[in-house]
């Protein structure tokens, strides 16, 4: 009995340690985690069969239970989440203590400019209570005055080193100090937000603008981007380094020409005469400054000198400090005289404005380098397989070739066409050897064709216009022209089509291909969908693409320029593709002369033309309010098409260019002009196409044609007075939406539910056909019931899905159809459709 009991307890012991081995920590060998570890690299989270696969598989690893392997697993993808995550809590820590040492040294000189302030007014008391005192003292300016330095000066490397290093302190003053009064970016957030910190100049000689930030790259990195400025800086046409010699601390010293390109072909083009001055301090920070030296030297392209004004460059540049663990914090300066007495003074703001150098220099330099450091570690994805690298390539492109055709440069082989400087349109040519986006399709073709034209629009948002002519490309393009210029650009297929009556009646389709950090600049593919309408037209039935590149559309931005810049594309879309741009640029003005007071949209307007139907006394405050709200009413629009031409078809081409583009700005002010918070009358109803009657006309047509077919009311009795049924129409709850009754019908009115579920406006709501937004049930059950509507004059449609301008399903409970007929007339004008209790699927 002894025995057995032993044997017992021996056997429950055995039990119970392996029942505890089973969930005990195991130790790996070194040679089963390097198993486990392979295995993990390809899949961190193995099924129950690969896991015993494994163990069949590798021999070291048959002691171990596949419950352990399940285990081993676990923990290690545990490890793996807590690893990223320190990761990350490490990074965010640094930028936080980054930011917050940026924060105090903001508030250091903010401190300082108080004293400052403090002083001057206690000087300026002075002053005043002692009127025999002389006003002569100056300590306490804070205008910045600047010796000029003549080139002549500059021809020794020790006067060009006492330049230098009078330009560092200078700068270094205006970065993190007050010799320039610095007041906060009007429209951006206090502190730092997902840029950095900006303020603009007030009260100093020139403008003058001002950004802080934290960026993921080191500081030489930054100094090398910031350099090459034609990189970034869009309005950049050329620099040429003439001299470089080295200075004390490693640093080096340049003298630079530099050429940019004017926004608008009203006035000339600027260039800059400077010196550049590259060290680092004794903290370790890397300092790049520059400012202009006088001379009257044209530079590289003497051929082109007569088109600029020389500007001047106030001591500028860039701060770069390292932080600990990575990262550079930078300050950056912009300083510019811009010569605003030499152009028009309709544009004089645009020169004056510090919030236009912030937005145009300060601005775009900051997020440029942060778009490096997002695409450098991987957070910046782009479709269609392109590298964030060759997409950027492809928008500076687009930009610089549209920047050439504005500019219209001499030496870049531009001449006027048949000129007498009373033209609205004006055409240039130039041989297509000379053109930048030459290729071996181009050189085939006799030249390019440039028809360009400037205009001041008023009360007319420029991000909303931007947007509308994006989205809404049939409005103002002609399909035959766009076809025309895509043909032009392949080798063999040049066919000019003259001028065809014919618009574009396909769909737009868009394919983003990537977007900035902060979605200022979108570039996307847009395939335009040709359907011909007639079997003669080679140019309608085919596809288009077009690479297109659209900025500016945040209605909150400050001084922003809106642009939609696009050009004809191969579908293949190869990287060396030959661009020809055209488009659309408005650039804001200030409504008063020197003004930095922020002036922004802050409502964010649809696409519509609702204000012309609110009609009545709180309306009309509201359409007020809305006009206020956008106080910089002025803005210019340019407009410059680029076309390929033979040699021999140049005058055909030339005319054709220029009927073109004046229709293209004929529809542009229809556009603007039904955008406009004021454009619009609140007593007059929607313009529709010209063959239809006032909008409160049809509104009772509408209402007495549905009351004669279906023996009931369409709106409720209190509503049928004369002054209010169009209001009351319009805001009817089910989408009521009327179309012709053309061979190809398509819309001719909509109400504010009609248009919401379309997502589309007034406007654009003509070039909507019928049959585009059925399925296919939907198209069989009107089709069905038609021969019905002509009879009987309405018909019930059964509930079912329709489709939205941009793609998006619409499900709807039941479809009322109904003929409309003219009262005066008695004849019939359109059908009416009353989509009920519809909803996005």
Request: negative net charge.
């Amino acid at each position: 009995m002894a025995m057995v009991a032993q044997h017992h307890r021996e056997s429950s012991s055995g039990s119970i340690n392996k029942h505890l081995d089973s969930g005990k920590y195991v130790r790996y060998t070194a040679e089963q985690v390097e198993a486990l570890e392979r295995v993990y690299a390809e899949c961190p989270k193995p099924s129950s069969l690969r896991r015993q696969q494994l163990i069949r598989e590798c021999p070291i690893l048959a002691n171990i239970e596949p419950k352990q392997i399940k285990v081993w697993f676990q923990n290690r993808r545990c490890r793996e989440k807590q690893r990223k995550e320190s990761t990350r809590l490490q990074s965010v820590n640094r930028k936080l203590t980054a930011m917050n040492k940026l924060l105090m040294e903001e508030n250091d000189r903010l401190q300082k400019q108080v004293s400052q302030l403090v002083c001057e007014n206690g000087y300026m008391r002075q002053q005043l209570q002692s009127a025999s005192a002389p006003t002569t003292d100056a300590s306490c300016e804070s205008a910045v005055t600047t010796p000029q330095h003549s080139l002549r000066d500059a021809n020794n490397p020790a006067g060009l080193l006492s330049i230098a290093e009078e330009t560092l302190a200078e700068f270094i003053s205006k970065a993190t100090g007050t010799a320039v009064d610095w007041v906060q970016m009007p429209g951006m957030k206090p502190g730092p937000d997902s840029v950095g910190i900006f303020a603009i100049s007030q009260s100093c000689s020139g403008v003058a603008a001002r950004a802080c930030g934290l960026v993921s790259l080191e500081p030489t990195k930054i100094a090398e981007i910031l350099k090459d400025r034609p990189s970034w800086f869009r309005d950049c046409r050329s620099v040429e380094i003439f001299t470089m010699f080295p200075a004390g601390n490693g640093g080096t010293i340049e003298l630079l020409y530099m050429q940019t390109y004017v926004p608008t072909t009203l006035a000339s083009a600027r260039d800059f005469w400077t010196l550049r001055y590259t060290t680092t301090l004794e903290n370790g920070s890397l300092v790049v400054c520059e400012r202009s030296l006088s001379g009257t030297g044209a530079g590289p392209n003497a051929a082109a000198a007569s088109q600029f004004v020389r500007a001047e460059l106030l001591p500028s540049g860039y701060l770069i400090r390292p932080c600990e663990g990575g990262g550079s914090i930078i300050h950056i300066v912009d300083h510019l005289n811009l010569q605003a007495w030499s152009v028009p003074e309709v544009l004089r703001p645009l020169y004056e404005s510090s919030k236009v150098v912030a937005q145009k220099n300060t601005i775009a330099a900051l997020r440029y380098i942060r778009q490096i450091a997002q695409e450098t570690s991987g957070e910046v994805v782009y479709g269609l397989g392109r590298q964030p690298a060759v997409l950027r390539t492809f928008s500076q492109r687009l930009s610089r070739c549209f920047n050439d055709a504005i500019n219209g440069f001499n030496d870049d082989g531009w001449s006027l066409l048949n000129c007498d400087g009373a033209e609205d349109v004006v055409v240039a040519i130039t041989s297509a050897k000379n053109h930048a986006t030459c290729s071996n399709s181009l050189s085939l073709l006799g030249g390019i064709l440039c028809a360009k034209a400037s205009m001041l629009l008023q009360n007319v948002p420029p991000a909303v216009l931007v947007r509308f002519l994006s989205e809404h490309r049939s409005e103002w393009a002609d399909f035959n022209v766009d076809a025309y210029a895509a043909s032009s650009l392949k080798a063999g297929t040049y066919t000019y089509p003259g001028m065809r009556s014919t618009r574009f009646t396909g769909s737009q389709i868009i394919m983003p291909l990537g977007h900035t950090i902060e979605h200022e600049e979108m570039l996307e593919v847009i395939r335009l969908e040709g359907h011909s309408l007639s079997h003669e037209d080679p140019f309608a039935s085919r596809d288009i693409h077009l690479l297109q590149m659209c900025s500016g559309v945040d209605e909150n931005a400050v001084g922003a320029c809106s642009e939609l810049v696009f050009a004809p594309i191969d579908e293949m879309f190869p990287d060396d593709a030959p661009l020809l741009p055209s488009g659309f640029r408005i650039i804001p003005l200030d409504s008063k002369p020197g003004g930095d007071s922020p002036e922004l949209l802050t409502s964010h307007k649809t696409l519509d033309l609702t204000s012309s139907l609110d009609v009545g006394p709180a309306s009309s405050h509201a359409a007020e309010n809305a006009a206020s709200s956008y106080n910089a009413s002025r803005s210019v629009l340019t407009i410059a098409f680029q076309f390929p031409f033979e040699s021999n078809l140049q005058d055909n081409v030339a005319t054709m260019a220029r009927q073109y583009v004046r229709s293209v700005i004929t529809s542009v002010q229809r556009v603007a002009m039904a955008i406009s918070p004021s454009g619009s009358s609140p007593t007059v109803g929607p313009k529709l196409s010209p063959a239809s009657p006032e909008a409160l006309t049809l509104a009772h047509w509408i209402c007495q044609s549905y009351s004669f077919h279906m023996g009931t009311e369409l709106l409720r009795p209190d509503s049928m007075s004369s002054e209010s049924v169009l209001k009351t129409l319009w805001h009817h709850q089910d989408a009521i939406l009327c179309c012709s009754l053309k061979a190809l019908p398509v819309f001719i009115f909509a109400n504010q539910a009609g248009l919401d579920m379309l997502e589309t406006t007034l406007v654009a709501l003509q070039d909507i056909m019928l049959d585009k937004i059925f399925d296919d049930s939907g198209r069989m059950a009107l089709f069905s019931e038609f021969a019905k509507i002509m009879q009987q004059g309405f018909a019930y449609l059964p509930g079912g899905v329709c489709t939205s301008t941009m793609g998006r399903h619409v499900s709807y409970e039941q479809a009322i159809v109904w003929k409309v007929f003219a009262a005066e007339e008695n004849t019939l004008h359109c059908l009416a459709f009353s989509f009920v209790n519809w909803s996005f699927v």
